[in-house]
């Protein structure tokens, strides 16, 4: 009898494009693994993803803005929410995998820091070789989740890996992640400097605004627009120029403006002291990480990459505030 997993790899044989990645001809894991009776492999990626305690974590990482005080700032795992939304359309319209599209977008950031960039500036200045978030992504779901890591497909593992600028994707729906992610962070942020009134639409660049449009909403429809007749009927990803350099535009735009040149943006710096003195405390004292911690800074590592923006401010706390004197204790 056929089980629901082989109908869905010969559905996606007959309806994907010639060039999109298919389930059942993966590269496989990393340890072999008896096939799911129900989901494709990389369903079951999606959903080791999902479950993944590293991934309920970033509801409580920044994404932008520290501390920020409202409900509908974005954090980091809402952010990814966003960028597999993105992603995920994307795919469905080039008839390219969305079940390994969505995997991808999902843990493209599962290894990120607390604070934001702040907090991965502080590892990469500290950490012996440096840091990047996507490497760390890695880490997470091949060692640091589940005794063993999450045993994922190289075709996620690749995307995780190369999602950034200049990597070198091995499927062109790990190169969707990378445009998502982008489209979705310049606009989302636009929405939030905003909300934190930081920037007013009159404040926003006029040409690459009158490319894309004046709405949230209406820049990103343009910009998947553009990826679309860019892309559509092609072995390819990419973006029509004109729309590619507004894009751009703006995110320079918001470097100036938002990442480095608003008021808010104070509160790094201390986010950042922070950091570094966890970092340096626990490298000196490896004796408080948690159990079965990798040795040295590698342990260090990837109890700091982990925490959340709260556990971290709780930690210090915890070895650096002063406690209220109770006679009891003493």
Known sequence: MTTPRERQEGIEE???????????LSRGRQRPEEPDPVRTAFQRDRDRIIHAKAFRRLKDKTQVFIAAEGDHYRTRLTHTLEVAQIARTLARALSLNEDLTEAIALAHDIGHTPFGHAG?????????GGFRHFEQSLRVVDVLERPGGLNLTQEVRNGIAQHTAGGTPSTLEA?????ADRIAYVNHDIDDAMRAQILGPEDLPAA?????GHRHSERIGRLVEAVLAESQGRPEVAMRQREKDALEELRQFLFQRV???SPPKVEEKKAEGLLRTLY???REHPELLPEGSADGDAGVRDYCAGMTDHFAISVYAQHFLPRPWRAEEN
């Open 14 to 24: 007959r309806i994907l494009a010639p060039w999109a990645a298919k389930a059942a």
């Open 120 to 128: 991965e500036r502080v590892l990469d200045e500290l950490v012996p």
């Open 175 to 179: 190169r969707l992640v990378h445009l």
């Open 208 to 212: 690459p605004i009158e490319v894309l």
């Open 259 to 261: 990442y480095f040149g």
């Open 280 to 282: 340096i405390h626990f």
